[in-house]
């Protein structure tokens, strides 16, 4: 069983949705007991930085996610999900959870046909190797939205690279947690390869 982790932000029945197609069992939940008996998590989500990091606190989940992020239960974050693992997001000034140190910068583009937020297909430029993206062709391309993007310290956390005037890190991971910038659950066929991948993830990186 997946947990979906209910914070009040967005895409949460999208991600549901899409795992629902691919038949795998996954409940939408913000019961930390349920998070805890679940095989694998989906850390997903569109909105503020600061309001779901306050959501996530209220709720206990801050910790939650902390504690089986230790243990090794497979991970995955999505966007909004992808920038609060790390240590503090420019949105709000927000202290984040930490999960991996680093932070995440808004995009600054001054050239007139580029807008923010970034929005739309692009490739990724997978620079590690994952389960997670095992028979995925290195030319697919994701769909994007966002104006914030995560930028681990370490960058051996990067596991991919997306270009939008600048290359900025769209996959990112550590041990047992894989995240991604883009959607999988609105990438189509390969982003639906990828969920069906993670569901089978035993957090292992080989």
Same mark, same amino acid.
């Given at each position: 069983m997946i947990a979906i982790i209910d914070y009040d932000a967005g895409n949460l029945i999208s991600v549901k949705r899409a795992l629902d197609y691919l038949q795998i069992p996954s409940t939408i939940t913000s019961d930390s007991g349920g998070i805890a008996s679940a095989t694998h998590i989906i850390f997903p989500g569109v909105g503020h930085a600061t309001a779901a990091m306050n959501v996530l606190t209220a709720r206990?989940?801050?910790?939650?996610?902390?504690? @089986?992020?230790?243990?090794?239960?497979?991970?995955?974050?999505?966007?909004?999900?992808?920038?609060?693992?790390?240590?503090? $997001?420019?949105?709000?000034?927000?202290?984040?959870?930490?999960?991996?140190?680093?932070h995440c910068p808004r995009f600054k583009l001054e050239e007139p046909d580029l807008k923010i937020p970034h929005m739309g297909w692009n490739s990724v @430029?997978?620079?590690?190797?994952?389960?997670?993206?095992?028979?995925?062709?290195?030319? $697919? @391309?994701?769909?994007?939205?966002h104006s914030y993007y995560p930028k681990p310290d370490d960058s051996t956390k990067i596991f991919g690279l997306c270009n939008y005037k600048i290359d900025f890190p769209a996959i990112v991971g550590e041990n047992n947690l894989i995240a991604t910038q883009f959607h999988p659950e609105k990438s189509g066929v390969v982003g639906l390869k990828v969920l069906e991948n993670f569901s089978k993830w035993d957090g292992s990186l080989c």
């Open positions: 206990g989940l801050d910790k939650t996610l902390q504690s @089986e992020f230790a243990k090794g239960k497979p991970i995955l974050g999505i966007c909004l999900g992808t920038q609060i693992i790390l240590s503090h $997001s420019q949105e709000g000034d927000t202290r984040c959870l930490g999960l991996i140190e680093g @430029e997978r620079i590690k190797e994952h389960p997670v993206f095992d028979g995925i062709s290195p030319q $697919s @391309e994701f769909y994007f939205v």
